[in-house]
């Protein structure tokens, strides 16, 4: 039976930080794979984790940088992969697969946010390709050791950003329509909620459950490069003087705080059973209507089943991966 779409009454909220959501948490003998888990929300999930025990993979398309970024956390271990490069995504697996041994956390992390048009090698577009397509080969391709975890847990990180578009399934690579950087985006998110409920369909009688998550609004990430310090004031994320603005009952986060969602996700026993559902401050979103002007909440193109399985079935052709 699926997961309903309500708020379960967490012991955690919007305040909370990825350090209390996981103490008590022994993750010792446990492996994750953190994408992104250089820099920003990814780096405190994998800081985190590998506090708590776990040997923590990060992989990279620059891994000087991660390196040095990552050189004072304990516990991680980088490796070269570019998610709009399928041969990297293979060959990152391959190296992961050959030991044999199980995967208990996957955290598709990584992403870009409003870029100009860019496109991949096969012509793809770049929100499109990196926020979805690459999570979804390294999901399909590391498989069979998230089964042998016997109790896995994928998380994708969403965005509130889902709101903005669905998935255009007559022109997701934006060919034949204008590119609007802010609904490539909004595509994209869209996309990485509905991987986890086709994935949670998928894997739940395997012992994979994946979840969905809005970290909230973090404005001292990487990820908002490509926003104009006037767009940032006028969404009232940073002050007059460019400061952020602290306020996570109302969407405006610290990293600590916008992490703790996606390790809530990761190893809450809260969520035992449980999958396919898209969260938000520390707990099971509430579904709301498509015409909503409430500030979170998931809309209904992002957690419908139908969608998720026709986004799949697109992955796949895409790909050229069928996961059984």
């Not at 405190?44 to 590998?50: G, S, Y």
């Not at 994935?199 to 395997?206: C, K, M, T, V």
């Not at 809309?299 to 419908?304: I, Q, V, Y």
Request: aromatic content about 8%; glycine content about 8%.
């Amino acid at each position: 039976m699926s997961t309903p779409q309500a708020p379960i009454g967490s012991r955690f909220g919007a305040a909370s930080t990825a350090q209390e959501v996981i103490a008590g948490h022994d993750l010792t003998g446990k492996v994750a794979i953190v994408t992104g888990g250089y820099a920003g929300l990814g780096l405190e999930t994998a800081r985190v984790m590998a506090a708590a025990g776990a040997k923590v993979i990060v992989p990279a398309r620059n891994i000087e940088k991660a390196r040095a970024a990552g050189e004072n956390v304990p516990g991680l271990v980088f490796a070269y992969m570019d998610l709009m490069d399928p041969d990297t995504i293979d060959e990152f697996a391959d190296r992961f697969l050959e030991d044999d041994k199980p995967l208990h956390f996957l955290i598709n992390n990584a992403a870009v946010m409003a870029n100009p048009l860019t496109r991949d090698s096969r012509g793809y577009e770049s929100q499109f390709s990196t926020n979805h397509l690459g999570h979804f080969q390294l999901t399909a391709r590391l498989w069979p050791a998230l089964v042998k975890a016997e109790g896995a847990r994928v998380v994708a990180v969403s965005s509130r950003g889902h709101v903005r578009a669905g998935v255009d399934f007559d022109d997701p690579m934006f060919e034949n329509r204008e590119y609007q950087p802010y609904v490539a985006y909004g595509q994209s998110k869209t996309a990485n909620a509905l991987f986890a409920v086709a994935l949670d369909a998928l894997g739940a009688r395997e012992g994979v459950r994946a979840f969905s998550l809005h970290p909230g609004g973090i404005v001292t990430t990487d990820l908002i490069r490509h926003q104009s310090r006037e767009y940032l004031l006028a969404s009232g994320y940073v002050d007059a003087d460019g400061n952020p603005v602290i306020d996570p009952e109302n969407n405006k986060k610290t990293i600590a705080q916008g992490a703790a969602t996606t390790v809530w996700c990761a190893v809450s026993d809260e969520l035992d059973g449980m999958g396919g559902v898209y969260c938000e401050n520390c707990d099971i979103a509430k579904a709301v209507p498509a015409d909503s002007e409430e500030l979170l909440g998931v809309r209904p193109w992002a957690t419908d089943p139908e969608l998720a399985e026709r986004l799949w079935q697109l992955s796949e052709r895409l790909t050229g991966l069928t996961q059984s």
